[in-house]
T-cell receptor, first 109, second 115 residues
Framework: GQNIDQPTEMTATEGAIVQINCTYQ??????LFWYQQHAGEAPTFLSY??LDGLEEKGRFSSFLSRSKGYSYLLLKELQMKDSASYLC??????????WGAGTKLIIKP | EPEVTQTPSHQVTQMGQEVILRCVPI?????FYWYRQILGQKVEFLVS????????KSEIFDDQFSVERPDGSNFTLKIRSTKLEDSAMYFC?????????????FGEGSRLTVL
């Protein structure tokens, strides 16, 4: 079966750094996405990795290791508005997106 | 500003009633997708639509669901006879190209509540 695992919930402090991990087992791999979703809102695109390594975009970075079936999203200089769920999604061999259940990130002052 | 506009933002309906959810793209895109998300659960793929035809559909997308592009612009998802378990957020999404080449941009969603 296809599976994506993320921690259910994480807590971090404003101004700090947090790393959200994602491991996947899918039938094929054609890229991994990270989305941010605030409560009651639509997911918004954060990053896309298809090759191994780190992609940096402002305060957010995403890392991929295809051999390990592993990715992480790194958020720096955390702000209160970063409180949201972070969804990991993998494109399988049929180019269908397989979604994780999301990690709820709680930022405390 | 959203890439696609969805209406209604929230609909409450009785079990067994028909519901039509609408998606209006801001610009001309060929690929559209419908996803749903039951409260507190994963995003689930329903159907993809290319050039006025269904290109892929999931097991969830059974005979009670249908999609149309009736006037070449609006893009609708119809649920013929709603069930309690259809209560969810329904998201329309588009890509710049296919899912092979692009990321998904979601509309703001339509919340469906079935009583």
């Amino acid at each position: 079966g296809q599976n994506i695992d993320q921690p259910t919930e994480m807590t971090a402090t404003e101004g700090a750094i947090v790393q959200i991990n994602c491991t996947y087992q899918t039938s094929g791999f054609n890229g991994l996405f990270w989305y941010q979703q605030h409560a009651g809102e639509a997911p918004t695109f954060l990053s896309y990795n298809v090759l191994d390594g780190l992609e940096e975009k402002g305060r957010f970075s995403s890392f991929l290791s295809r051999s390990k079936g592993y990715s992480y999203l790194l958020l720096k200089e955390l702000q209160m508005k970063d409180s949201a769920s972070y969804l990991c999604a993998v494109k399988d061999s049929n180019y269908q997106l397989i979604w994780g259940a999301g990690t709820k990130l709680i930022i405390k002052p | 500003e959203p890439e696609v506009t969805q209406t209604p933002s929230h609909q409450v309906t009785q079990m067994g009633q028909e519901v039509i959810l609408r998606c209006v793209p801001i610009s001309n895109h060929l690929y559209f997708y419908w996803y749903r998300q039951i409260l507190g659960q994963k995003v689930e793929f329903l159907v993809s639509f290319y050039n006025n035809e269904i290109s892929e559909k999931s097991e969830i997308f059974d005979d009670q669901f249908s999609v149309e592009r009736p006037d070449g612009s609006n893009f609708t998802l119809k649920i013929r006879s709603t069930k309690l378990e259809d209560s969810a957020m329904y998201f329309c999404a588009r890509t710049t190209g296919t899912l092979e080449t692009g990321e998904l941009f979601f509309g703001e969603g339509s919340r469906l509540t079935v009583l």
